[in-house]
């Protein structure tokens, strides 16, 4: 993948651009007990007593790469065949008796949590290729879940009951409902609950709805005979697009109120003037709050299992890679996830959370050039990095003095106006040389990377420290948003403009 040094066994600093960045997270179990594991993402296992060929005491060890900065850390591209893909998480399993490598007699439950779900999301397994790198093959349709049941419910009751007069982007008949329950009395659901079921009846006690009612002109209509589920789960699936970063990362905030509606900004006050001005700010993305259980919920639930034919695992209390005392320190970066992609291993190694890029909505084939400016004559590896997306792209042919990234109909699916990198990296002499660019997506576009000298222990303390020349290489944390306010009215707390 990376040819940046000969590997020396004084350095006490894992490779950059290797697993060797991640956690390894090792669980001494039993093979003649069920087991359940968390991991430090938040993913779980459910392993079948006897699931092992050998006896007694098994060593599984986990990495896992969910974060943007974690699969760049780890040189792990996301691409099938050539084929780029957007990551939805990574993760490695493998186990051993005594140093021994062990064989699985039955599949093991795997859970991969997530911030949103994504329908298009599909596994696929990972081959390392000759070049040291990995290929993701054989992609399968993750299992049905209560969660992902959940949001095909919710979308099939949205598209019947709510489309007609919403769209939840932008305002159509009603408001749009993008981050509606991040607005004034929305933020409780039982509201919610309430308006939904009768109206004209919440209108009459709450000046936020009769603003609204003004505003649009109609008032809503009543569903008293839809249920507290189906409510839960058309507010579940409009929270998970609102969350997807497609949608998340360049939506705009549709404010949905008058000037003389609540203030969203200020619970406090009853009353705000009208708004004068637009400003982009950054806020922190909310963690989701589902109305389904999980395994990680507090509220007491009813007891539930995991069928494996005609046996089952129960949902006990997992046991957790953070109180695990073999675990290897190493680099993790911490995501808070909620959503589950559910799939059966049946081999060891690496598999992936994945969806093609080409095709999704917002995309189009880029010819992207890069042109790298150096001083000697390095063989160097050029890559795509787009950290919203969680795509690293290899570049995989070069035009004259110039790279290329030749994936797909001579181009590279690509969404547009996306924040994306480029890294160039080589080594020659024992010494390490890299180039690194900050770049938004257009239609075709040569980007410009001067190479410099560098060291594996700066490197690997960047990613680590997830800043390379002054650029963030983790940016999963704030969603842009426009806002419109008063002039003279500070912006609201926890924003960067």
């Not at 397994?125 to 095909?152: C, F, L």
């Not at 007891?303 to 675990?327: H, R, Y």
């Not at 020659?428 to 040569?446: A, M, R």
């Not at 963030?472 to 969603?479: C, Y």
Request: a negative charge.
């Amino acid at each position: 993948m990376f040819f940046l040094l000969s590997c020396s066994n004084k350095s006490s600093l894992p490779r950059p651009f290797s697993s060797d960045m991640l956690a390894s997270q090792e669980f001494f179990i039993n093979n003649g007990s069920d087991t359940l594991i968390e991991t430090l993402h938040g993913s779980v296992i459910r392993i079948k007593e006897g699931s092992f060929n050998i006896s007694g005491t098994i060593k599984l060890q986990i990495k896992e790469a969910f974060t943007a900065a974690e699969i760049l850390a780890s040189g792990l591209t996301t691409e099938s065949n050539g084929r780029p893909l957007r990551s939805g998480g990574m993760i490695y399993i493998n186990a051993t008796a005594a140093g021994e490598a062990v064989e699985l007699l039955k599949p093991i439950k795997v859970s991969i949590p997530n911030q949103y779900y994504d329908s298009a999301m599909q596994i696929f397994k990972g081959v390392e290729t000759d070049s040291s790198g990995i290929n993701w093959i054989d992609p399968i349709s993750p299992d049905n879940t209560e969660q992902s049941n959940q949001w095909r419910s919710g979308k099939d009751l949205f598209m019947s009951k709510c489309a007609s007069c919403h769209n939840i982007f932008k305002n159509s008949t009603g408001p749009a409902l993008k981050d509606v329950e991040l607005r004034g009395p929305w933020t409780d659901r039982n509201n919610l609950y309430s308006y939904i079921h009768n109206p004209p009846a919440f209108i009459a006690k709450n000046s936020y709805s009769q603003a609204l009612k003004n505003q649009y002109g109609s008032m809503m209509s009543s569903f008293p005979d839809i249920t507290i589920r189906d409510i839960d789960a058309i507010l579940d699936y409009i929270k998970n697009e609102s969350n997807k970063p497609e949608n998340a990362t360049d939506a705009l905030l549709n404010l949905d109120i008058p000037a003389d509606s609540v203030n969203i900004f200020d619970k406090t006050t009853e009353m705000f003037k009208r708004p004068c001005k637009d400003d982009t700010i950054y806020q922190p993305i909310p963690k989701p709050k589902q109305s389904f259980f999980n395994v990680e919920s507090e509220i007491e639930q009813p007891a539930m299992s995991e069928s494996f034919g005609n046996d089952t695992i129960p949902q006990n209390n997992p046991v957790k890679a953070s109180d695990m005392e073999s675990l290897r320190g190493g680099f993790t970066d911490r995501l808070s996830t909620n959503g589950m992609y559910d799939f059966e291993i049946k081999t060891f190694g690496w598999y992936n959370v994945d969806a093609f890029v080409e095709g999704y909505d917002g995309t189009s084939n880029v010819k992207l050039y890069v042109q790298l400016q150096m001083e000697l004559d390095i063989s160097m590896h050029v890559y795509l990095f787009c950290p919203d997306k969680k795509l690293l792209s290899v570049m995989n042919e070069k035009r004259g003095d110039q790279y290329y990234f030749n994936k797909i109909n001579d181009g590279i699916p690509l969404f547009m106006t996306d924040r994306a990198v480029v890294f160039a990296f080589g080594s020659k002499d024992k010494k390490i040389y890299y180039g690194i660019n900050e770049f938004s997506v257009q239609g075709e576009q040569t980007i410009s990377v001067r190479v410099k000298e560098s060291s594996v222990e700066e490197i690997t303390q960047a990613l680590f420290s997830k800043q390379l020349d002054g650029i963030d290489l983790g940016i999963e944390k704030k969603v842009r948003k426009i806002i419109k306010h008063q002039c003279d009215d500070p912006l609201p707390a926890d924003t960067l403009q």
